[in-house]
């Protein structure tokens, strides 16, 4: 990408500024709250694909704010036999693709925007993978850690109560996100069986994906979004002519994605050399070995503590020389100050937004190439497509079917991203999201707007 190509910030502004008029873009790290950010974050990373695909100013229009933005209030008595109000989100940011599907999250950090951000991100990555989704995404505000299973579970099955007909099997289907599992899945599913139609009662089980698999879960689901990780790292390997085996790579977060890209890394001789999450992080040049800190994270609820590995600082994290960095945690990781310290090729963001808009223009002076989020994490959904088709079709497929098929799906979409990149001389993201563009803008332009 040439100088002159590289979108400045008073360039980003005017692209989101045409996305949408008059929203306010903040292109420094700010300390504003991280929602907030991550949201007009993500607004101004669409706005860089605007120019680059013949969109109707409709469709931007329609794209620049969600479909419906759903908040309820709910009681819920603790364990004390206090009541405490919990408020919960649904956003659905469009549906002309397919119903809405997008995770339930649940984390003391969940605000409005940040859902609205993740939920336009979702419309972009089953845009961009071909998925007949739309997307969608809500949340809880809540540290789960602070809860017993009992409370968990009425909090969640108040959440589904409240929702009502704001979800469905073939309206809008949720699924595990940060701070939710398969069992919390099952509760929502339930309840929702059992104050919805009695006589389509079993087909109700597409209501959520990333169900166990005794509850009506696909083979490879939980694995999922980390294989969709790995099976980009490996194009991008193929592609770059970089041998896998016996590559560093780094690692932020240790969760359901992050061990299980690890654990499949492992397979391929990749040596996982640091890693960081929200209890410190740890170094070990000679690897660490992703199935012995598994264990001791599920033993010990984090990675402090690993006896296979040096504890450093959390700064220092970023430092380690490496050939790939993995941010699989939050948003908004990848810094200014962050994008300068690191020493990798590579960044693959299986984490939705976790890097700034400072942070990705130093990446891009470097030279450190991104795969964004909604390519590189695309296999949680890609999956949970698959479920909703089992359950609807009352099948069972064996889990190399399912990897076969999710790596068709992440094969196809990645090199449609890099052909769309060499040809309009663009990076990563802004290929992605053109794309989606495409797709979403030709459905637009076939159905009309209704009335």
Not at 297 to 309: H, L, Q, S, T
């Amino acid at each position: 990408m040439s100088s002159e190509e590289a979108v400045t910030e008073a360039s980003a502004a005017k692209s989101v500024s045409d996305l949408t008029e008059g929203s306010e873009v903040v292109l420094a790290d700010t300390e504003d709250p991280g929602g907030a950010q991550f949201y007009r974050t993500h607004q101004a990373q669409v706005a860089r694909a605007v120019p680059h695909v013949p969109i109707a100013d409709h469709v931007r229009l329609i794209l620049s704010e969600p479909k419906n933005e759903v908040i309820v209030n709910f009681p819920v008595r603790m364990d004390d036999g206090r009541f405490k109000l919990f408020t919960g989100y649904r956003i659905q940011h469009n549906n002309i693709l397919g119903p809405y599907k997008g995770g339930i999250r649940y984390h003391h950090d969940v605000t409005l925007e940040e859902v609205k951000a993740l939920a336009s991100v979702m419309s972009y990555k089953c845009a961009l993978l071909e998925v007949p989704f739309g997307g969608a995404k809500g949340g809880i505000r809540l540290s789960p850690a602070q809860h017993s299973k009992r409370e968990l579970e009425s909090i969640t099955r108040r959440f589904v109560h409240d929702l009502g007909n704001n979800i469905g099997p073939e309206y809008d289907i949720p699924a595990p996100d940060v701070g939710t599992n398969s069992q919390i899945m099952v509760w929502m599913m339930d309840t929702y069986m059992n104050t919805h139609n009695q006589i389509d009662k079993n087909a109700q089980k597409r209501i959520v994906t990333g169900k166990s698999l005794a509850s009506g879960g696909s083979r490879g689901r939980e694995k999922a979004t980390g294989q969709g990780v790995v099976y980009c790292i490996q194009e991008w390997a193929d592609e770059r002519g970089v041998r896998l085996d016996g590559c560093n790579y780094i690692l932020q977060g240790f969760g359901n994605v992050g061990s299980h890209a690890a654990q499949i890394m492992s397979r391929l001789g990749a040596v996982l050399v640091g890693v960081q999450d929200h209890t410190g992080s740890i170094y070990n040049p000679q690897g660490i070995y992703p199935r012995k800190l598994i264990d001791h994270v599920n033993k010990e609820g984090g990675i402090r503590g690993y006896a296979g590995a040096e504890e450093i600082n959390n700064d220092d994290f970023w430092s380690i020389e490496s050939d790939i960095c993995i941010p699989a945690a939050l948003e908004l990781q990848i810094t200014e100050e962050v994008a300068k310290k690191l020493t990798a090729k590579l960044v693959v963001e299986a984490a939705n937004g976790p890097t700034t808009l400072k942070g990705e223009e130093v990446l891009k002076k470097r030279g450190i190439e991104v795969i964004p989020d909604v390519m590189a994490n695309a296999g949680g959904v890609v999956v949970s497509y698959f479920e909703w088709i089992q359950n609807k079709r009352s099948e069972s497929w064996q889990l190399e079917e399912v990897d076969s098929r999710l790596l068709f799906m992440m094969k196809r979409s990645y090199h449609e991203m890099r052909a769309f990149a060499r040809e309009h001389g663009v990076d990563n993201r802004t290929a992605a999201f053109a794309v989606a563009l495409n797709r979403l803008n030709a459905v637009y332009t076939e159905r009309g707007v209704f009335p």
